[in-house]
C-alpha cells in the first residue's frame, strides 16, 4: 500500500510499524525481522536508538520493507548470511544457507575429526556453506566445492577464496569420472531433494530461490541414487558420505 518509512521517524517506531507490515504480509518471523531491517540500516539496535532517520535511510529501509512483503527472502535482501562461526555472501539465484544444515556440517566434521588433513568434497555446494562449514571445525581439512550454476558460482567463488577452500565448476552427473579412485575421506552434500509435488507447493520464499537447487525430480530422490552408485569407489577404505536428506526420506536413502 502506500505506507512509508518517513524521515525523521525514530528506528524505534519504524522497527514497530516494519512488524505490523511484515505480520500483514505473512511473513512468519516477523516480529524479530522488522527490527532486524531497521538495524541492518542503521548499524544500530532500534529499541536502544533516539537518532531520527535520515532521507537515506528511510528510503533504504522502505524499499527493504516492500521487497520482504514481497517476500523475497531475507538473506537476498542482507547480501550476507551467518552460518555456524562464518559469514557468507549470498543473493538471488544460490539457495540461501539454513541452520538445519549446520548439522550436516557438524555430523560430517565428527566422522573425520581424527584423521590428518583429510579429503573433503562438497558436491552442489552452492554459497559453499557445507565444505565452508566443515573447513572451520576441521582447519586441517583439505576441501574442494563442486558447483555448475554460474549465478551459484559467483557467490561461491567469494566464499571460498575468503574461507581457505578450494571450488570446481563441474557437474555431480559425471565429476566421479575425474576424482582417483579411494582419495576422499569424506563426501558431502546437500543436494536438490524435493519431490515434484513439493515443488509445486513451495512457500513464498522459496519460490524466489533456483529451482535447480531444489528439484529432486519425481519422488526427489535422483542425486541420491546417482551418489549412492557411483561416488561410494572414490572413497578411501573406512571413508564416508554425509548427506542432507527431506524429513521423510530417510527409509528411501539408506
Given at each position: 500500500?502506500?505506507?512509508?518509512?518517513?524521515?525523521?521517524?525514530?528506528?524505534?517506531?519504524?522497527?514497530?510499524?516494519?512488524?505490523?507490515?511484515?505480520?500483514?504480509?505473512?511473513?512468519?518471523?516477523?516480529?524479530?525481522?522488522?527490527?532486524?531491517?531497521?538495524?541492518?540500516?542503521?548499524?544500530?539496535?532500534?529499541?536502544?536508538?533516539?537518532?531520527?532517520?535520515?532521507?537515506?535511510?528511510?528510503?533504504?529501509?522502505?524499499?527493504?520493507?516492500?521487497?520482504?512483503?514481497?517476500?523475497?527472502?531475507?538473506?537476498?535482501?542482507?547480501?550476507?548470511?551467518?552460518?555456524?562461526?562464518?559469514?557468507?555472501?549470498?543473493?538471488?539465484?544460490?539457495?540461501?544457507?539454513?541452520?538445519?544444515?549446520?548439522?550436516?556440517?557438524?555430523?560430517?566434521?565428527?566422522?573425520?575429526?581424527?584423521?590428518?588433513?583429510?579429503?573433503?568434497?562438497?558436491?552442489?555446494?552452492?554459497?559453499?556453506?557445507?565444505?565452508?562449514?566443515?573447513?572451520?571445525?576441521?582447519?586441517?581439512?583439505?576441501?574442494?566445492?563442486?558447483?555448475?550454476?554460474?549465478?551459484?558460482?559467483?557467490?561461491?567463488?567469494?566464499?571460498?577464496?575468503?574461507?581457505?577452500?578450494?571450488?570446481?565448476?563441474?557437474?555431480?552427473?559425471?565429476?566421479?569420472?575425474e576424482l582417483p579412485a579411494q582419495s576422499l575421506?569424506?563426501?558431502?552434500?546437500?543436494?536438490?531433494?524435493?519431490?515434484?509435488?513439493?515443488?509445486?507447493?513451495?512457500?513464498?520464499?522459496?519460490?524466489?530461490?533456483?529451482?535447480?537447487?531444489?528439484?529432486?525430480?519425481?519422488?526427489?530422490?535422483?542425486?541420491?541414487?546417482?551418489?549412492?552408485?557411483?561416488?561410494?569407489?572414490?572413497?578411501?577404505?573406512?571413508?564416508?558420505?554425509?548427506?542432507?536428506?527431506?524429513?521423510?526420506?530417510?527409509?528411501?536413502?539408506?
Amino acid at each position: 500500500g502506500g505506507r512509508m518509512v518517513n524521515p525523521g521517524q525514530l528506528p524505534w517506531a519504524a522497527a514497530l510499524e516494519l512488524r505490523r507490515r511484515l505480520r500483514e504480509a505473512g511473513c512468519p518471523d516477523w516480529d524479530w525481522e522488522g527490527p532486524w531491517l531497521v538495524e541492518m540500516v542503521t548499524g544500530r539496535q532500534p529499541r536502544f536508538d533516539d537518532t531520527p532517520l535520515t532521507a537515506g535511510q528511510a528510503a533504504e529501509l522502505e524499499e527493504l520493507a516492500r521487497n520482504r512483503e514481497k517476500r523475497i527472502p531475507l538473506q537476498y535482501l542482507s547480501g550476507k548470511w551467518d552460518f555456524l562461526t562464518v559469514t557468507l555472501r549470498v543473493g538471488k539465484g544460490v539457495l540461501c544457507p539454513r541452520s538445519d544444515t549446520e548439522l550436516l556440517c557438524q555430523e560430517g566434521a565428527a566422522l573425520i575429526q581424527r584423521i590428518p588433513e583429510p579429503q573433503v568434497l562438497d558436491l552442489c555446494a552452492g554459497t559453499g556453506c557445507v565444505g565452508i562449514g566443515i573447513k572451520s571445525l576441521v582447519p586441517g581439512a583439505q576441501v574442494t566445492c563442486l558447483e555448475k550454476s554460474p549465478q551459484a558460482l559467483e557467490y561461491l567463488k567469494e566464499n571460498c577464496s575468503a574461507y581457505g577452500v578450494a571450488w570446481k565448476e563441474g557437474d555431480l552427473f559425471g565429476y566421479e569420472k575425474e576424482l582417483p579412485a579411494q582419495s576422499l575421506d569424506l563426501i558431502t552434500a546437500n543436494p536438490p531433494y524435493l519431490t515434484k509435488e513439493e515443488m509445486a507447493q513451495l512457500q513464498p520464499e522459496v519460490a524466489w530461490e533456483p529451482a535447480m537447487a531444489l528439484d529432486g525430480g519425481e519422488d526427489g530422490l535422483v542425486f541420491y541414487r546417482y551418489l549412492a552408485a557411483r561416488y561410494g569407489d572414490c572413497l578411501k577404505p573406512g571413508g564416508w558420505m554425509a548427506l542432507e536428506i527431506g524429513w521423510e526420506q530417510g527409509e528411501a536413502v539408506a
